[in-house]
């Protein structure tokens, strides 16, 4: 995230946040490994009580990412990285920022919302024409709050 000086930071503690407000989030994926490989990422968006609030259907659809569609593609309920990414490097960010909109209303209040990142990998090498044609997704994630 970044702090109050522009300068970026790893996100530690939750923020509190109100309806309108825009906060800080940059998701990136780097690639630790030996060898190029394509990435997706899923997200996991949960509220604290869900069952007990009396929240709108489209609850989710209230909280608004800034996705960077020119490196991105969802597809198939991941977001698709479109270029190989070398070892030891790291993707464009997802999104850098993440809105609350203005209809949440009461109901909301003292909720905790939690946001979590599923990033997955497959190599490069001998594995399709692109990172869609790719085969050898994982079936489990890799997952940081």
């Known amino acids: 995230m970044k702090d ?11 923020v509190h946040v109100v309806p309108t407000k825009t906060v800080s989030k940059i998701v990136t994926v780097k690639n630790s490994g030996n060898l190029p490989t394509y990435v997706r990422i899923s997200l996991e968006i949960a509220i604290d009580n869900e069952d007990e609030r009396n929240l709108p259907e489209n609850w989710r659809d209230l909280i608004v990412f800034d996705i960077n569609t020119d490196f991105w593609t969802f597809r198939d309920g991941y977001y698709y990285y ?6 030891g490097h790291a993707t464009a960010s997802l999104f850098t920022s993440v809105t609350f909109s203005p209809e949440m209303g009461n109901e909301f209040a003292k909720s905790e919302i939690t946001l979590r990142v599923n990033a997955e990998a497959t190599q490069v090498n001998g594995n399709g ?3 869609f044609t790719a085969g050898g997704w994982p079936n489990s994630t890799t997952q940081n709050d």
């Open 4 to 14: 109050a000086n522009g300068s970026e930071e790893v996100y530690t503690n939750p």
């Open 82 to 87: 479109i270029l190989p990414l070398e070892s």
């Open 129 to 131: 024409d692109d990172v």
